[in-house]
């Protein structure tokens, strides 16, 4: 069963800057498209960036776009989302998944989220 695992969540201040990572011990992610997602407390669960397999094709929720950058290294595995010029409504918890084939296909495995916090 693959199981992803989070890290690089924290405490920031407002227009500071984080990178989440996203792995899959004793797996590899070739296979799958990768989102990360968050949820906030009494909010939804937000789509937020999700990229291709080979990643080649990338896309952003509005509210992130400019501001985040999803990329995945090939080689050494985990999927990143670097996080730029934050801000107190990206608190949530960012949790990454893996969809097979495309982004937008069913996200069949989750991994346990990363608390991301962002007050001065």
């Known amino acids: 069963q693959l199981q992803l695992v989070e890290s690089g969540g924290g405490l920031v201040q407002p227009g500071g800057s984080l990178r989440l990572s996203c792995v899959a011990p004793g797996f590899t992610l070739d296979y799958y498209s990768i989102g990360w997602f968050r949820q906030a407390p009494g909010k939804e669960r937000e789509g937020v960036s999700c990229?291709?397999?080979?990643?080649?094709?990338?896309n952003y929720a509005d509210t992130v776009k400019g501001r985040f950058t999803i990329s995945r290294d090939i080689a050494k595995k985990p999927v990143y989302q670097q996080m730029n010029s934050l801000k107190p409504e990206d608190t949530a918890v960012y949790y990454c998944a893996a969809a097979r084939l495309r982004c937008g296909n069913e996200y069949e495995y989750w991994g346990q989220g990363t608390q991301v916090t962002v007050s001065s």
């Open positions: 990229i291709s397999r080979g990643g080649g094709s990338t």
